[in-house]
């Protein structure tokens, strides 16, 4: 095949690569829902964890304050705030504890009181037990609540619905004034405001967001205008979450890309050579980008940040084609000898970063899976576009002899191996630093990895408070085949609680199933009310001794007759009611193919009961109760998943040492190899155990990359042979390095931790294997000399 024919197809195939690579990221889905850096978990109940940070209740709920103005200034504006939102699509259900969804509450729970109420049994309504419960209800008649009760006894003499209310009002909640939910010191209106969106389409949030805002001006503008909204809550930080990411990958990109370039153009002198050298780049990240979306479904932000990074390795290859195989009298000589000479070398050392890399691929980390596969496909891509697209664009550009670079540098580099035995017992300090500097070495936590803002999660926490509504971080879960059976395990379960409760294990608890029985409860209820004759004969003897006439209570016979014939309440029955938005997150729906239900359990300033294993045991009983520490569960996967991942890491590294040895087959030389990049990564670990900064899983990304990058230093400063290193290659490794520098020490001013944590670890541990590989080489003892051309 002639030249210039395999030249056009090699041009057209990279075009079709690179066309098609763009016809799919424009379908792709992009995110920057932080979860994707929890666990993939395994099992059901850790399926659950990362389920209510994507869907739950909590990750969907804005907690919402008004402060300014007077304290009627305030209720007004929260009742036209919440009759605003109460009417968009965005809002699944709106709460400011106003007069009309408390109606709402009650008259639904007063209509199905004998179903819903825990007192109702066939004792109940022997003659005895209304006779009982009646002459509670008259003593109740002097009571602060006395009107109320007035107004109910006719119908409700046994008092089922203020029952109901008092046990749905035991758990402490928002202070009220004016007719709506206030702080305790009054100084703020609460709202609570359920968005539709799910909580890891931070999109839609954004969206329910702008809702509450726009809806605010317009109600302040009609109130006071030195009224001022706080919005708080799950959603409100996945939302700044997102928009911190993607302002910075966007910052950090661009001024990596200009930053680079620059450096490039000076070296160059040609934009066409600039333009041409940022191929390799541009085709893996856009290949990368593609290759992700393929295999997920998604990109996440934080990818496309790495891309940034990315290109910190990815431009060497490009670097070392045109300084590398520069010839003024024969191109396709100087590529021929180009292919023979480096192609080889440079090939070994992607062969590394792709064995590197793979550990992500089996961390059980979404995120870091995206990355794994990103950085795989991308450097591959770029190292295809350098070793078969460059030298048919190449050749006819002008290009700059940078050797005096690398002639400049030889002096010093030649010094550098004379620092042997101090640069290892440099390591050996940081090695003593791992050891025995105080602090622990890896953060086995989730926290720190989104960016949080201090002054939103201090108003978060005092909105909170103020509402009651603090995390459910313990639970206990049950199962079931469907829900019904999941909200019977949780009734088998309450009484094992109360008794808890009783005996000081736990401060209380909230389940589902005080506002929700299970359909054989409501119809075992519903079976012990007798007939309305029954039930007349009864109220006659239940009333001879009280004063009061059973012919007054003909509206209580006629409730209990026609609560006999109503079906069992449901879940989808309470919506659009206050009572569906107190226990829908509590029943999540199907985790795998069972139904899930959960009691959150509340403890002593959110501390953890005494005895988690204890608690437990108690419910053992319970066949499917799981009990869960949200917040130590989460760790604890995370300490797993962050402890697989060291040790597929170790195996990548044994395997590249495998790969080394055989390869050079020279155990000396694989040696002087491979402690360039262990020296590089113990000076980085050490630099975090001095400074008293523990290392986390991204850290350990920014490590694979030190060893990625460094590879490629340390096999050209060992070469295949004796002979020093000559300027051209020196100069471009020196360009490599400057570049990879620039582009990763950007990112260590991120605010972003994933994005810091990479640029923290890579800048400086890049900039140190190129020393390091300099100080162990024995390529540099002799003079490099070579004739320009």
Known sequence: ???????????????????????????????????????????????????????????????????????????????RLQARLADEPAFTAVQN????????????????????????????????????????????????????????????????????????????????????????????????????????????????????????????????????????????????????????VQWFTTLSVLLVASVLLLAYRSVPVLLAGLLPVGTGVVVGIAVVGLGFGEVHGITIGFGTA????????????????????????????????????????LVTSVIGFAALLFSGF???????????????????????????????????????????????VRALPRLRWPVLALGAAALSAIVFAPGERWRDTLSGLAPIDPALEAAD???????????????????????????????????????????????????????????????????????????????????????VSATRLQGFVEDVARQRELEPVTLADLEGTPLWLAIAGQLPGQAGEKAVAMITLRTVADTPPTDIERLSRALASVETAVVIDMLGESNRMYAHYLQTTRSIALAGAVAIVLLLLFVQRDPRRTLRTLLPLALAILFVIGGHATAGSALTLLHLVGLLLVVAIGSNYALFFQGRGGNSLDPRTLASLTLATLTTVTAFG?????????????????????LAAWLLAAVFSDRTRQPAEETSG
Not at 189 to 218: K, M, N, Q, Y
Not at 397 to 410: E, K, S, V
């Open 1 to 79: 095949m002639r030249q210039s024919t395999r030249s056009w197809l090699v041009i057209g195939l990279w075009l079709g690569v690179v066309l098609l690579a763009v016809g799919s990221i424009s379908q792709t889905r992009f995110t920057s829902d932080m979860s994707a850096f929890l666990p993939a978990s395994p099992s059901e109940e850790q399926h659950l964890l990362v389920e209510q940070l994507q869907e739950g209740g909590i990750s969907r709920t804005f907690l919402l304050g008004i402060s300014g103005g007077t304290a009627e200034q305030r209720a007004e504006a929260s009742r």
């Open 310 to 349: 990315l290109m910190g390795e990815a431009i060497d290859y490009s670097i070392y084609y045109f300084v590398q195989s520069r010839d003024a009298d024969n191109d396709r000589t100087a590529e021929r000898a180009w292919r023979a000479d480096y192609w080889p070398t440079i090939r070994l050392g």
């Open 366 to 412: 979404p995120g870091l899976m995206q990355i794994g596969l990103y950085a795989i496909s991308g450097l591959l891509a770029a190292a295809l576009v350098t070793r078969y697209v460059l030298p048919v664009i190449g050749r006819r550009l002008p290009r700059a002899d940078i050797a005096g670079l690398g002639r400049a540098m030889a002096g010093p």
């Open 97 to 248: 504890g106003g007069p009309a969804a408390v109606d709402a509450s009650r008259a639904y729970l007063f209509d199905h009181r004998y179903l819903l109420s825990p007192d109702v049994d066939a004792e109940r309504f022997t003659a005895e037990g209304l006779g009982e419960a009646i002459e509670r209800s008259i003593h109740q008649l002097n009571s602060p609540l006395g009107d109320i009760a007035r107004e109910l006894f006719p119908r409700d003499p046994t008092g089922e619905l203020m029952a109901l209310l008092d046990d749905q009002s035991a758990d402490q909640g928002p202070s009220r004034c004016c007719g709506v939910w206030m702080s305790g010191d009054r100084s703020q209106a609460l709202l609570v405001a359920r968005a539709a969106a799910p909580g890891s389409d931070t999109d839609g949030l954004a969206d329910a967001r702008e809702r509450i805002h726009a809806g605010f001006a317009a109600v302040r503008e009609g109130v006071a205008p030195d009224l001022q909204l706080t919005v708080a809550g799950s959603p409100a930080f996945a939302i700044e979450a997102r928009d911190t990411i993607r302002a910075e």
């Open 746 to 766: 950007v990112l260590a001013f991120s605010s972003v931790p994933v994005l810091q944590a990479i640029g923290a670890s890579v800048a400086p541990g890049a």
């Open 461 to 547: 926490g005092e909105l909170r408070e103020e509402l009651g509504a603090s995390n459910p971080r313990f639970l206990v879960v049950l199962t079931g085949p469907d829900r019904e059976a999941a909200l019977r395990a949780a009734e088998n379960a309450t009484p094992i609680l109360d008794r808890l409760v009783a005996e000081g294990e736990l401060a209380g608890y909230h389940s589902p199933t005080d506002i929700l029985p299970s359909r054989a409860t409501q119809l075992a209820r519903q079976q012990a009310l007798p007939t309305a004759e029954k039930l007349q004969r009864r109220l006659e003897d239940a009333t001879a001794d009280l004063p």
